[in-house]
């Protein structure tokens, strides 16, 4: 049962005279065969948390559990957890037979015969059958990460756990290899925590994400969640690219206030805002929509500052026609939409593809509405 | 423990206890096989003794003196080892034992020369037994060179008379008028030696070797050094030894040098270079009448690994038997003064004879008989610091006075 | 840093496109001054080594006769100073090759043991830094410093009592000193053979050991599985490098053995005092000699010099 | 070896032990667990490799050192065994008053800084000369390098017979170009140099070695980018490229010094003996003289203990310098 | 004056016997002040080509000329030319001030203070005046690269090369970067060399396009051109991310005939195409639009293989109803339309996006329609 929980984990390092708290009181509950993609920018503390997991670090305080069991003190080579290295780790003088088998000669007491047909299963599994005899030198990037991923799935654990396993791959390769992940975890249905600092493949892959950010938890949920209900302000301008537009607002009455444009609001929303009156207001750049030459309430009359072209679409750099030069924003039209550098377009902002977040503590108090 | 028996005679593993062990230096040239025949006559007079005689090269006796103080110094040592009586005797205060009943019951007393019985003994005791006798105030010339620069070796009487040869030499010749070895100071410091026993007499050398030197003597030595060092000597005189500069008289290069009679070894062994007609000898000039003494002699280290046979091998040294077959060898004379000399060439014959009649036989100073090992150490540092060219005479008189002074 | 020889290359092959650049870009000035010094440099390495090889080989005339650079010709050609020169290094060279492979493989085995027991265990660095220290200090340690206790030390061991059965074998006592040449030559070489084995292991991935760990191995099955396998490199590396620098030490043999005349003398020993004897200074003899005693280190410098230069950059 | 591997084996169920104790941690106190906890979790199950060595190294090597000091504080020497209830500095001041360890020390300071600075510079010459993109490369590197696996008693023989005076190749040189004939071996205020020279022969590969990881680690873009920038070859080297060879210069130099500091094998196969050239006098030959010529053992070790001090000097900053760069 | 003209340039690189054509018969013009970026993958010559240009490469035939000069011959140091170098090449023994100094001190007479007034208003334009004491260690990437553009302008250059200069960039920082270049640029107006291998940049910063393809070069255009009007299928696969996706098809009459669809033209389609019968056609993932239930000429019915939500669109990846397993093309559809793995829809290709390549020279035959 490979439930794996973690309640309150905490680590500190010592720097030098003080400490960093790299993970700080993480809650995530894992549900057997889930798979769990953590993300958050670089330093968050994604690859100790798996690390704690693994038992590679020791935990300052909390406790993970696994299928109910503490494993704080179990040493790793006595935690029934498979673990994927960026760099894949593959012992470079084995063969990838014996990388494969190495796990099972070491903490299994079979037999050299069922040793063997298990790592030819597994092979077989990932396409590598007749690999078997090449030295990791040998191997293609794509192919070192299927061994790598052969190494850990030849040892039935309870938990895998992958650190940015597809980093080192390129564009095309890492695209492949990330829809081969998702159908192989399906397939082995396993509890699978997966780290990676790319949003892309966190909004892709995982059943669940969990965002981290200096070593705090953000948001668990599902990706589209995350994307259309963020639980914060760093959670909606993590996720997605470009990123959300956010304009710091004062409510005052119905409407807010921000530096150079008001927006009125509707009742519904003001309800979500409830007493709160320092807030930010943040849109997609995709729910930007060009308004021609109509006009309403929630239209504003912009500057084109810079037009990036990106055939299917464009990113354009836009600026509230009141506001100071360099000041912009993001929004993403259709590649054949043709706007260019120092044109005023007028465009909407509607209401119900905003996300209202508390100016002070970032969390979110109303987000778009979605229409399923 | 750096090589060697076990300490206590009694776990080496050829039933070492009664292996009698000498370490000697005699590793080349004259010296070993003065020690072969050394080694056949002991054993056609004790041929039931189990033996070993280990040569130590190397840097003169360094090495062996280094040897032997480790082996000492780490309670395992030899059956007996060459060294040098005298003052020499005292750094190894406290391990050496007593022959005194070897001298007694071969009556060494009576036979060996008197400065012989007085300097091998130490606390009272005997502490070893006499082999032969090298003399060290000896200069030795290339009879054509001299003869060329139209000198007569044998008018020299005074250092200054030296001087004023060597002069001549200069102008004369194209030789180097004194050839040098100075890549040790000791033949520096053995020069200093003859020049002052020379120059100065007897006296006041004798009174510097026992701690109460006159300046003015020492000084007026080094004067004289500086000016023989400083503009006679061959070019290349610090960076060659003995064996070289001897050289030079073999072949013609130079006119004098000053050596103990070991130096005469050489001359026997080179091809057509025969005593008096292409070499000769002369006492060093002003030290007529003396015979500047040495001793090569065995000592008895306490804590015997092989006491009776070790008694054996002290009785065979100072026999006649041993002295003979070995300094006809070595080019030394025996100490014993009831030797035959008939076996021994021209030149020992004569120095024997200038030995049994000299006047007065002052002890060495480089050589152990004159003063104790430190003191000699002193002394080569102050040639070394002070008196190698430039020749600070005024440093090195301080040098020496302070050295010897006690 | 090539860029100078491309730009001048460059100049030539644009004259005449259809050259080969490599032989034509040697004739321009800068290239030329530039081999002359290169040249110059290693005529400035080879000679003193040239004049000893053709010194060794020449009779008494020929050294002092002819100029110690130019080979001997007939009549000053002889092979008696190598006859000589052997039959006196002879058993030094045995003597040398007993204490100095035991001492290369023990030095560099344990060297892996502590490296890879600092390096690649979890410890905290806090208490590494220092053991590493003294570590990286022993390198660094003139040996007079130890000297005389070194040879209070081996005074007191009773060696000759625990040998006992090997001179019962009919073996010379002296070779009491091999062994403690051995046990030394390990302490003293064990600093740079640690130091050597850690810049190794630290570049060694570290995600690969915690794979192995992950995969169930204990901290002496990495080494032995893991760790071991992949050092051969770095083994060859600082065998050679020690092995030079034990064969070649003078220091230790000259306290601990003393003398070229015992039975046990290491070559060094012997060679330094071979022709300076009483004889006099037999350059020939000594050359031959010099060349015998670095023959071995010669000819592993010349079959792995890369890896003794890897050794010595460290 | 074999016992060795035994106690390995012990401790690693120690450790193996050490597991189930860890289990039952929450019950009892366990020495190993809690060793791990101060130290690290491996420190107990990773002291069998390391701790033998460091050990020995520890009682060879610190413990050796210590002893001397103390054997430096007594009045040590001939035969016996030191008393070590009767400690002073004795030894320290007549050093201070040996015109012949003053002498040694200068000597061995000349060396030290002389033979390290003309080593640097002819290493770094050379090591540019092979960076220069040369053919034949690694022939012209592997010779520059050769004389650094000879034994100082090798070299020594060979330089002996360089410097010779009637016949060396360095005479028969200058004479041929019209000058005297020079003592390099006897002249005394000519041997340290001599001597240096000849060091200098040996060790400017290793120099060379330390330099070409230097040059070659530096990027190429730096060259370009100087060019780029309009400097001329000796500019780019002289303002970009050696200034970034600091740290190459610094570990170089430690390990030069260390070398000049061992020079003892050298002067003593010089001359086949304990006493070196006049004039040539070093910390190293003058120790092992006093020690093994002269017993004086006491004195022997206060020299020793000089001549630690001077390494301590030179290395202690370095591993300084080592640390701070996080490299220990 | 700035022009620039590469001129039948060609680098031929000794390898072991043979030869390696890194660059092979390029041609290009630029304009005083223009920016130009070359583009392609990995080892296809571009880096080779700027260093030709910089002088740090001999060339092996064609001519380089700057403002109508050949400058084959002369060396790096006496081109009036700064480079900015991926790695930046910081001199890391300087302070900034020193590194902005040193080409000037190097390459020209002036004093002392002029040069310190030059690096002083230069750092000023960077916004590195406050760095100016500095080592390059102590400086985050973003600021290193400043420096290193820095010392590129301070020195006032006829031309400025960059290789790949923010590619050691983290992707905020780089997209900031962008910007900023693209405005220093414009106000510097020096003719500007830029390599990269990253179409987006590409498209975003250029003047034009240089696209090489294996040391040829491919087109050189304005970056829209380039995305619609791509003079071969190198260019069409090339630029655009998700890729064109492309389908070998046999012209039959009016229809095109591929391996499991048909397609049939209208006649100024089948104008372009002339006699032609060997042919790929080429559909931008944005232009494929969901039919829903309508059935037309050129809609197909698809099956969903996988999903990948983006958040603002979906990746789709369709296959033809009868195509086998895992042939799947590649759709983009808007972030809130549900499709899920699995589903049958029908899909829309409009014939005025499609784009027709020569199937042997992959040369462009017909190119979509640009509605303006
Ligand atoms: N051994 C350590 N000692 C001290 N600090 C550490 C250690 N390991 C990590 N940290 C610090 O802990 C924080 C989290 O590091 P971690 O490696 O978990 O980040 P990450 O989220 O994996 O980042 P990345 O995406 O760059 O891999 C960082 O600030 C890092 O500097
Ligand atoms: N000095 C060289 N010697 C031999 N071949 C070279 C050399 N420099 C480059 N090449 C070859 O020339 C071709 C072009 O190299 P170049 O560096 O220009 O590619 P690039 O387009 O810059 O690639 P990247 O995007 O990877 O930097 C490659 O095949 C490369 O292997
Ligand atoms: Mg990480
Ligand atoms: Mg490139």
Request: glycine share 10%; aromatic share 10%; hydrophobic share 45%.
């Amino acid at each position: 049962m490979g439930t794996l929980e973690l309640d309150g984990v905490t680590k500190v390092f010592p720097d030098g005279d003080g400490e960093i708290v790299a993970v700080d009181g993480v809650d995530i509950e894992m549900r057997d065969g889930e798979f769990l993609v953590v993300v958050g920018p670089s330093g968050c503390g994604k690859s100790t948390t798996l690390r704690m997991v693994a038992g590679l670090e020791t935990i300052s305080s909390g406790e993970i559990r696994l299928a109910g069991q503490r494993i704080n003190d179990v040493k790793p080579q006595h935690r029934d957890i498979a673990m994927v290295f960026q760099s894949y780790a593959l012992y470079p003088h084995m063969t990838v037979e014996g990388n494969m088998a190495f796990g099972l000669e070491e903490s299994t007491d079979l037999s050299d015969g069922e040793i063997e047909t298990r790592v030819a299963d597994a092979a077989e599994t990932m396409g590598i059958a007749e690999l078997l005899d090449r030295k990791p030198a040998d191997l293609s990037g794509g192919q070192r990460q299927r061994v790598a991923l052969g190494r850990a799935i030849v040892r039935d654990p309870e938990v895998f756990l992958m650190d940015e396993p597809l980093s080192n791959l390129d564009a095309k390769l890492r695209s492949e290899m990330r829809t081969e992940l998702q159908r192989l975890q399906d397939e082995l249905d396993v509890t699978t925590m997966y780290v990676t600092h790319d949003q892309t493949e966190a909004m892709t892959m995982g059943d669940r994400i969990a965002i981290l950010n200096a070593g705090e938890l953000q948001q668990v949920a599902t990706p589209l969640e995350c994307y259309h209900e963020p639980a914060n302000r760093f959670v909606a301008g993590f996720i997605g690219d470009p990123s959300m537009n956010f304009f710091p607002v004062e409510r005052d009455g119905e409407t807010l206030v921000g530096d150079v444009f008001d927006y009125s609001l509707s009742a519904s929303t003001l309800d979500d805002v409830g007493d709160v009156t320092d807030l930010t207001l943040g849109i997609r750049p995709e729910d930007i929509a060009l308004a021609g030459d109509s006009t309403g309430d929630h239209t504003f009359s912009t500057v084109v500052e810079v037009v990036e072209p990106m055939g299917d679409e464009n990113t354009v750099y836009l600026r509230f026609a009141d506001a100071p030069e360099g000041e912009t924003f993001i929004a993403t039209v259709g590649g054949l939409q043709q706007v260019s550098a120092g044109d005023e377009i007028t465009v909407e902002i509607p209401e119900e593809t905003v996300h209202l977040f508390d100016g002070t503590s970032g969390e979110a108090v109303h987000n778009r509405e979605i229409d399923e | 423990s750096g090589g060697g028996d076990g300490s206590d005679g009694s776990d080496g593993g050829d039933g070492g206890g009664n292996t009698l062990e000498v370490l000697h230096a005699w590793t080349g040239g004259d010296g070993a096989r003065a020690a072969e025949a050394l080694v056949s006559a002991f054993d056609e007079e004790y041929p039931d003794v189990d033996h070993e005689f280990n040569p130590i090269g190397g840097g003169g006796n360094q090495n062996l003196d280094a040897v032997v103080a480790n082996r000492l110094q780490n309670s395992d040592p030899p059956s007996s080892f060459a060294n040098w009586p005298g003052p020499n005797l005292q750094r190894y205060e406290g391990v050496l034992g007593e022959v005194g009943d070897v001298w007694e019951s071969e009556g060494f007393e009576d036979v060996m020369v008197e400065e012989a019985v007085d300097l091998h003994q130490y606390d009272g005791a005997y502490r070893g037994v006499p082999l032969g006798s090298h003399r060290l105030n000896c200069l030795f010339y290339n009879t054509s060179v001299v003869e060329e620069a139209g000198v007569d070796p044998d008018s020299l009487t005074s250092v200054s008379a030296l001087i004023d040869a060597l002069e001549t030499v200069q102008s004369e010749t194209d030789a180097i008028p004194m050839t040098h070895g100075a890549s040790g100071t000791w033949t520096t410091t053995q020069l200093f030696a003859s020049t002052m026993l020379g120059q100065e007499g007897y006296d006041a050398y004798m009174s510097f070797i026992d701690g109460s030197p006159d300046e003015a003597a020492v000084r007026a030595t080094f004067e004289s050094l500086a000016e023989i060092l400083g503009n006679y000597i061959n070019d290349d005189a610090s960076s060659i030894g003995l064996t070289e500069s001897n050289q030079n008289i073999i072949e013609g290069n130079a006119a004098f040098i000053h050596q103990g009679n070991w130096a005469a070894g050489a001359y026997r062994n080179a091809e057509d270079f025969a005593y008096d007609e292409d070499w000769g000898f002369k006492t060093y000039p002003g030290s007529e009448g003396m015979y500047m003494l040495h001793f090569d002699s065995f000592l008895y280290p306490s804590d015997n690994p092989s006491p009776d046979a070790t008694e054996q091998f002290m009785a065979f040294v100072g026999s006649e038997a041993a002295q003979v077959a070995f300094n006809q060898y070595k080019g030394s004379i025996p100490t014993r003064t009831d030797v035959d000399m008939s076996q021994f060439g021209p030149y020992l014959q004569e120095t024997q004879e200038d030995f049994a009649s000299a006047d007065e036989r002052p002890p060495n100073l480089q050589h152990g008989l004159g003063v104790p090992s430190e003191t000699m150490t002193t002394l080569n540092d102050v040639i070394s610091s002070e008196f190698s060219g430039p020749y600070n005479v005024d440093a090195a008189t301080e040098g020496f006075v302070d050295a010897v002074s006690n | 840093m090539s860029n100078d020889a491309r730009t001048d290359g460059g100049t030539v092959t644009e004259a005449d496109p259809g050259a080969s650049a490599g032989l034509l870009a040697g004739i321009d000035g800068y290239r030329v001054l530039l081999y002359l010094g290169l040249l110059g440099m290693l005529t400035f390495f080879l000679i003193p080594i040239e004049s000893g090889l053709v010194t060794s080989f020449k009779n008494p005339s020929g050294v002092s006769g002819s100029l110690p650079f130019a080979p001997p010709t007939g009549g000053t050609f002889t092979f008696e100073k190598w006859r000589a020169a052997f039959d006196a290094l002879g058993r030094g060279l045995i003597n040398s090759a007993l204490y100095a492979i035991p001492a290369t493989v023990i030095s560099a085995l344990l060297g892996s043991f502590a490296a890879y027991g600092i390096t690649q265990s979890d410890w905290k660095q806090k208490y590494k830094a220092p053991v590493l220290a003294l570590f990286v200090a022993g390198i660094f340690i003139p040996y007079q410093a130890v000297l005389v206790p070194l040879s209070q030390f081996w005074s007191m061991v009773p060696l000759q009592e625990w040998l006992g059965f090997l001179w019962a074998l009919g073996i010379n006592n002296d070779y009491a000193g091999v062994v403690e040449l051995v046990v030394t030559h390990v302490a003293y070489g064990l600093p740079i053979c640690t130091v050597l084995f850690r810049s190794y292991y630290k570049n060694m991935s570290e995600e690969m050991i915690e794979a192995a760990r992950l995969d169930g191995a204990s901290i002496r099955r990495i080494y032995r599985r893991i760790v071991l396998p992949l050092s051969g490199p770095m083994f060859a590396v600082v065998l050679i490098y020690q092995f030079t620098q034990i064969w070649n030490d003078l220091l230790f043999t000259l306290v601990l053995v003393q003398t070229e005349s015992s039975a046990a003398a290491p070559i060094v020993l012997i060679l330094a005092g071979l022709g300076t004897s009483l004889e006099g200074q037999d350059f020939a003899l000594r050359m031959a000699g010099a060349f015998i005693a670095a023959l071995p280190t010669l000819a592993v410098y010349i079959a792995f010099g890369e890896e003794f230069a890897e050794g010595v950059a460290t | 070896m074999t016992r060795n591997t035994d106690t390995g084996d012990d401790s690693g169920d120690a450790v193996a032990d050490g597991g189930v104790a860890e289990g039952g941690q929450r019950s009892g106190f366990s020495p190993i667990a809690a060793l791990n906890e101060r130290f690290g979790s491996d420190f107990v199950e990773s002291s069998q490799f390391w701790l033998p060595p460091f050990l020995l190294v520890g009682l060879f090597v610190y413990g050796a050192i210590i002893w001397n000091l103390l054997i430096s504080l007594t009045d040590f020497r001939g035969f016996g065994t030191p008393d070590y209830g009767d400690l002073d500095l004795q030894m320290y001041s007549r050093a201070l008053a040996d015109s012949g360890f003053i002498d040694a020390a200068i000597n061995t300071f000349i060396l030290l800084v002389g033979f390290t600075l003309v080593t640097l510079a002819l290493g770094l010459g050379l090591a540019i000369l092979i960076d220069r993109n040369i053919r034949f490369e690694n022939t012209f590197r592997t010779i520059y390098l050769l004389p650094m696996s000879l034994s100082f008693v090798v070299t020594a023989q060979f330089w002996a017979w360089m410097f010779n005076f009637n016949n060396g190749v360095i005479n028969i040189v200058i004479t041929s170009l019209g000058l005297g004939r020079v003592d390099w071996i006897g002249n005394p205020d000519i041997v340290l140099w001599a001597v240096m020279f000849a060091l200098m022969w040996q060790f400017a590969g290793y120099a060379m070695v330390v330099f070409l990881a230097g040059l070659r680690a530096i990027p190429n873009e730096h060259y370009e980018a100087a060019k780029v920038d309009g400097a001329s070859t000796v500019r780019m080297y002289w303002r970009v490229i050696i200034p970034q060879l600091k740290g190459s210069t610094i570990s170089a130099s430690v390990v030069l010094m260390v070398f000049a500091l061992k020079a003892f094998d050298f002067l003593y196969s010089l001359v086949g003996g304990y006493r070196p050239p006049n004039g040539a006098d070093i910390l190293a030959t003058k120790m092992v003289r006093e020690a093994y010529a002269n017993l004086n053992w006491a004195y022997a070790s206060a020299v020793a203990i000089t001549l630690f001090l001077m390494t301590l000097g030179i290395v202690g900053p370095y591993l300084y310098y080592q640390y701070n760069r996080g490299n220990l």
